[in-house]
Structures are given as structure tokens and as C-alpha cells.
């Protein structure tokens, strides 16, 4: 027999004598379903004024509530997984993407030892005779500049071959692609989009979908995606 178990007959001293085992309260799940709100219903019912019985609507409009907070929570349920599956989808398609070259909506892009070249396109509103490009470094000094012919008008591509003004190959950086010419006789700044190269491909939320990693450049999402290049 265990000491906490003998009775002295000092009812004192007997309160003071420590449980054997502790009690641990089992998990109280305070969610109500719906056979619980059937139970409510039944107990109700059970106790009503026969003199004043609930009316038919009153019950119909309860079951009702309850039916529709129940299918609201379904569907939210429903919509989750919905969205991980449609989030992974779009990553698995993304993932054919890796190891090629995306058109960006940005004038910056990436040269590297992997990428010693960088490709780009620019926008005219019309024919242009000529087309004045700029490349320019990180902190905005001159690297180069050349002359396209924008004669075609529309998307024009341009290359860099990653030369300085000397011929001289610049170091592994961001470098952004300045576009001018002259329209209605004033010179304008036209719009430039760059290639990237896609490293890898990261999931993304619901919100942004897959994400494209691509190189030196950080991420993009793929619906930012202009066009698609295997070079």
C-alpha cells in the first residue's frame, strides 16, 4: 500500500494528501456540427409551449442557416485544394521553361561567362531610319553605343556582344539597354524588352502563380512572360 493511499482518520491531514494519479482533461473541441445542432433542434422542440409551437418557417429558416454556413465552409475547403493543385500545375508547366530564355518587360538584363551576349527587343510606334542604342552600366555610365536601322518598324531585335566602346569584354553584371530615335522630328526614348536566361522555378502562392527565377535578375512571374526563346 502507498503512503498517498493510507487514511490517517485526521480528516486534516487526509485532505492534504496528494492524488496518486493526475487528471488530464481531455481536449474540449468547442465546434458544433451538425448532429450537435440536431440535438439543439430535438431539445428545443422537446420543450416548447404546446400552446406555442414553433412555427413551420422558423424551423425551415434555421435548418436552412445551418445548412448553408456548413456548405459555405465546404466550399472554402474545396477552393484550398483547388488552388494547391492549380499552383502546382502551374509550376509543373513552368518547369519546361528551365534552361531557356524568356522576353522580359524590362530594358536591364544579365551578362555573365554562361551568357556573354544579351539580346533585346525594342518597340517603335512606326518606321524609324535610325535607332540609337545605349548600353549602360549598373551606376548608369556609358558602356557603348551603336546604330540599328529602324526602317522595319514594329518589335526590332537588337544583340550586344557584350563589348565595350574599346572591344574590350565587360565584367558579369546587370546592364540596361537604352533605345532612341526620332519621330515627328524630336528624339523619344522607345520602350525596351530584354531575354533572360531561366535558371529554375519556384512555386508561388495562389496570388502569383510560378515564379521564374531567372539569372542575375532575380524572379518574375509567369504571367509577366512576353515571349520565349530556346537561345
Not at 533585346?120 to 557603348?144: C, H, N, Q, Y
Amino acid at each position: 500500500m502507498s503512503a498517498s493511499s493510507i487514511v490517517t482518520g485526521n480528516p486534516f491531514l487526509d485532505a492534504l494528501r496528494l492524488p496518486t494519479e493526475s487528471v488530464i482533461p481531455e481536449e474540449n473541441n468547442q465546434e458544433l456540427t451538425q448532429e450537435d445542432f440536431l440535438t439543439l433542434l430535438t431539445q428545443e422542440l422537446s420543450m416548447q409551449d404546446p400552446f406555442k409551437p414553433v412555427e413551420n418557417d422558423q424551423m425551415v429558416q434555421q435548418l436552412t442557416s445551418f445548412s448553408t454556413a456548413d456548405g459555405i465552409s465546404n466550399l472554402n475547403d474545396e477552393i484550398v485544394n483547388l488552388n494547391a493543385i492549380m499552383t502546382s500545375s502551374q509550376a509543373l508547366e513552368a518547369s519546361s521553361l528551365v534552361g531557356q530564355k524568356v522576353l522580359i518587360p524590362s530594358d536591364t538584363g544579365y551578362i555573365s561567362a554562361e551568357d556573354p551576349t544579351l539580346n533585346s527587343v525594342v518597340s517603335t510606334p512606326e518606321a524609324i531610319s535610325e535607332i540609337t542604342v545605349r548600353v549602360e552600366d549598373e551606376k548608369g555610365a556609358l558602356v557603348t553605343s551603336y546604330i540599328v536601322d529602324g526602317s522595319a518598324g514594329g518589335n526590332i531585335d537588337l544583340s550586344w556582344d557584350g563589348l565595350d566602346a574599346n572591344g574590350e569584354a565587360v565584367t558579369a553584371g546587370s546592364y540596361s539597354i537604352k533605345a532612341s530615335g526620332r519621330i515627328d522630328g524630336e528624339s523619344q526614348e522607345l520602350p525596351v524588352s530584354t531575354y533572360a536566361h531561366v535558371t529554375s522555378v519556384s512555386l508561388g502562392t495562389s496570388d502569383t502563380g510560378a515564379i521564374l527565377n531567372l539569372r542575375g535578375l532575380g524572379g518574375i512571374q509567369m504571367g509577366d512572360v512576353l515571349a520565349v526563346s530556346e537561345s
